[in-house]
C-alpha cells in the first residue's frame, strides 16, 4: 500500500511540473547514453496461530545497476546487472543476473515520460538450505516486460518508477547432498500496482 501510495504522489508531483517547465536538454534524443539503478531491500513475517508454530521472518536486498542507449528517438537497447540476496525462513539465496532488453519512450524529449520495456535476464547462485550443511547451486530465466514513469529534475539527473506488469520466471534450484533439483515456473500479471521499483537514471 505504501509503494502504491508513493507511485500515486509521484506519478501527480511529475505531471504538475510538466505545465512549468522551461527550456531545457532534459529528456533523451537519439545517440544518448544513460545509466540507471535500483535499490531495494524488503522485510516480512509470517505469523502462525497454530500452538508450536513460529513467526517466519522473510527479507530480501537487490541491487540493480543498467546502462542504456538510444538507438532512435524513442528507442533504447539496455543491458544490466543485478545481484539480490534473500531469506525466506528455510532457504536462503545469493543471485547474480545479467540482463538485456529494450525500452521504448512515448515522449523521450518531454521532462515527464512515459515508457515501456522488455527484457531477458539469466541469473545464477547458491541456495542454502537452513537447519542443513548443505548448498545448492540456483539458476534463473526471467521474461519481464514494464511499463514506467519517468521524470527530469534536471538536465542530466532524473528519477523514474517501474511496474512489473508481466513476468515470465523459471527457476532451478540443486541439493549437491541429494542430486535432486528444483524446478519452478511462475506467471504472472500484475495489475494491482504491488511490484512498484524506483531509482535514478544519469544521462551523460
Do not use: C, H
Not at 538507438?71 to 539480490?84: C, M, P, S, V, W
Request: charged share 15%.
Amino acid at each position: 500500500m505504501k509503494k502504491v501510495l508513493l507511485f500515486a504522489a509521484f506519478a501527480a508531483f511529475a505531471m504538475t511540473s510538466v505545465n512549468a517547465q522551461d527550456e531545457d536538454s532534459s529528456g533523451f534524443a537519439k545517440s544518448d547514453i544513460y545509466m540507471t539503478g535500483t535499490v531495494g531491500f524488503n522485510s516480512s513475517t509470517e505469523s502462525s496461530n497454530i500452538t508450536g508454530d513460529t513467526d517466519t521472518d522473510n527479507s530480501s536486498t537487490e541491487f540493480s545497476p543498467a546502462i542504456g542507449y538510444m538507438l532512435t528517438d524513442n528507442i533504447a537497447l539496455e543491458a544490466g546487472l543485478g545481484y539480490e540476496s534473500g531469506d525466506d525462513g528455510s532457504t536462503e539465496t545469493t543471485v547474480t543476473t545479467f540482463s538485456v532488453g529494450a525500452r521504448w519512450f512515448m515522449n523521450p524529449s518531454d521532462k515527464f515520460s512515459l515508457s515501456v520495456g522488455a527484457g531477458l535476464g539469466f541469473g545464477s547462485g547458491t541456495a542454502t538450505f537452513v537447519g542443513e550443511t548443505v548448498e545448492g547451486e540456483l539458476s534463473a530465466l526471467t521474461f519481464t516486460v514494464a511499463p514506467a514513469v519517468n521524470y527530469w529534475m534536471s538536465d542530466s539527473w532524473g528519477l523514474f518508477a517501474n511496474i512489473a506488469a508481466f513476468q515470465y520466471s523459471s527457476t532451478t534450484t540443486g541439493n549437491s547432498a541429494t542430486s535432486d533439483e528444483f524446478d519452478t515456473t511462475s506467471t504472472g500479471l500484475n495489475i494491482d500496482l504491488t511490484d512498484i521499483n524506483f531509482g535514478m537514471v544519469y544521462k551523460f
